[in-house]
């Protein structure tokens, strides 16, 4: 452990904080990390945790919801520029125009998402729940926002309802190709290829398994194979070839590192602790609103 990593355990302690990363942050960060997770798990766990400041180590709307469900604890961004270029795309006009489009569907959101885009919609899901939260709704039709490529994944799952979708996408998941794939699986031959469901269909529809970040670890982990061709951000791979003994990870395409998510420092978190900042701060009336659709996703899980 690094001199700024044990300053930081230290200052957790001190200040009775829990740090929380997502699997796409640095080793290092994992590392100090209290709890390392998928956006749905880090969600989870801001709820079951007593302490009363929360450094979330991902990127802005996953703070925003650590908020959102805690709104009497201090949450914290280490980066504070560390947003997410998928949740940016959609604007409130984008999806009240699909409102009034599809007034009789229900607007299913993706976490990745601002918290004001939350507040237009009826419930929130996550790449590990969405297919069970569509099949749950009432309703026939279903406005998926914004992620176009995990809404088709949701829509292939759940056949008998129509869904309409935004354009967004994750644009580093959304330019992996098909090629790439064929590549990968000449170079390591006996390796699967597990991709994300941001990916776009042509590369799901040659993968051997799609699923969260937490679904590819849970895969690499019961499988009798040692060799893995991943399709999700580089983190994931890191801590696969980390911390699974006798397994090895690819990572799919060089297009797999997301910006935002390495934007945080290990000195962030450490400037974070010190200062209490970036404190995530957001209004009444978006809060409310926001928690129901989020309040929705968890207890449908
Ligand atoms: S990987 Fe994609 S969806 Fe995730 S934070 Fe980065 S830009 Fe957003």
Redesign the pocket.
């Known amino acids: 452990m690094t001199e700024i990593q044990k300053e930081i355990i230290k200052l957790k302690e001190e200040k009775n904080a829990l740090i929380l990363a997502?699997y796409?942050q640095t080793m290092d960060i994992q590392e100090v990390a209290d709890f390392v997770g998928d956006s749905f798990e880090l969600a989870k766990i801001t709820q079951k945790t007593e302490k009363p400041i929360i450094v979330l180590c991902?990127?802005r709307?996953m703070a925003e919801s650590a908020k959102i469900l805690n709104p009497a604890k201090t949450v914290l961004l280490p980066a504070s520029d560390?947003?997410?270029?998928?949740?940016d795309m959609i604007t409130p006009d984008d999806v009240i125009k699909l409102k009034l489009e599809h007034p009789e569907a229900a607007v299913m959101c993706y976490v990745?998402s601002t918290a004001e885009i939350k507040t237009h919609c009826d419930i929130c899901c996550t790449s590990s729940s969405a297919v069970k939260i569509a099949k749950s709704l009432k309703e026939d039709e279903i406005i998926f926002i914004p992620?176009r490529n995990l809404g088709s994944y949701v829509a292939e799952q759940v056949p008998e309802k129509t869904f309409y979708y935004f354009r967004g996408f994750?644009?580093?998941?959304n330019v992996v190709s098909a090629d790439e794939v064929e590549e990968a699986r000449e170079k390591y031959k006996d390796a699967p290829v597990l991709v994300h469901p941001?990916c776009n269909k042509e590369v799901r529809d040659k993968a051997d398994f799609i699923g969260s970040t937490s679904a590819i670890f849970k895969y690499v982990q019961d499988s009798k194979k040692s060799e893995f061709i991943i399709g999700?951000?580089i983190g994931v791979v890191e801590r696969i070839n980390k911390l699974m003994k006798g397994k090895k990870a690819y990572l799919l395409s060089t297009h797999l590192s997301?910006?935002?998510?390495k934007k945080t420092k290990i000195k962030d978190v450490l400037n974070a602790l010190k200062n209490l900042e970036e404190v995530i701060e957001l209004d009444n009336d978006t809060m409310e609103k926001a928690r129901i659709t989020l309040e929705r996703m968890v207890n449908i899980n």
């Open positions: 997502h796409y991902g990127v709307f560390a947003g997410c270029l998928m949740a990745n992620d994750c644009p580093i998941h941001e999700t951000e997301c910006i935002n998510m």
